[in-house]
């Protein structure tokens, strides 16, 4: 249980209207639902769906005077928003804790994070352009890092060291193969299913 709750700090979930908000990835629903006007199914008078590629449903509800928008991934490989989010508070968290992972863990964390923010902007709507993936990707991180000023580093036997097991399972290669299969598959990148 300690090691949900690890990681649900380290994701910085917070309820939006907006559903997903990855901060400069974040996917415009509204022009979303414009583009692919012809996909939208209208499931009840106050209930339109969207089908994507992944399959990711994306629906729109009205209620309380504003719309509401949820994406759900039903790929198999889990959201790639949860996914993207997760590993950006592990790198976060890694970077404010730097003497917790080994240099070779804290380089394949950066790099599978970069591999995915990139997989991110492409999949989000509208993409990030290529060249606009990386300084969004620092903000983010930047952002991110602040939030965990407070954070204290775990030493091993503190009996919070799940997020160090957490960091050194996505580093080891099984956890680095669970990364790769998260981008395999385009899709847009949701929040749902996590965890």
């Known amino acids: 249980m300690k090691h949900l709750i690890w990681i649900i700090c380290l994701m910085g979930f ?31 008078p ?19 005077g504003q719309l509401i928008y949820r994406g759900v991934d039903h790929s198999g490989n889990g ?24 240099k070779s863990e804290h380089v394949k964390l950066q790099q599978s994070l970069w591999s995915m923010a990139k997989v991110v902007g492409e999949n989000t709507y509208p993409s990030v ?15 991110r890092q602040k939030q965990q000023t407070a954070v204290l580093c775990p030493a091993p036997d503190s009996g919070v060291a799940d997020i160090v097991t957490f960091a050194h399972n996505l580093a ?7 990364l790769r299969r998260a981008i395999e598959q385009p899709r847009l990148p949701v929040n749902s299913p996590c965890l």
């Open 129 to 143: 352009p290529p060249a606009e993936v990386l300084p969004r990707l620092r903000a983010l991180l930047a952002e």
């Open 79 to 102: 959201a790639l928003g949860c996914s993207f989010e997760t590993l950006l508070g592990v790198v976060a968290w890694a970077l404010t804790c730097p003497e917790a992972l080994t």
């Open 14 to 44: 917070a309820t939006t209207t907006r559903a997903d908000d990855l901060r400069g990835f974040d996917i415009d629903y509204p022009a979303l639902f414009v583009a692919h006007a012809d996909k939208v199914m209208q499931a009840e």
């Open 46 to 64: 106050s209930r339109r769906v969207l089908e994507l590629p992944g399959p990711v449903v994306v629906t729109e509800s009205y209620g309380n």
């Open 172 to 178: 080891a290669p099984a956890g680095q193969a669970a």
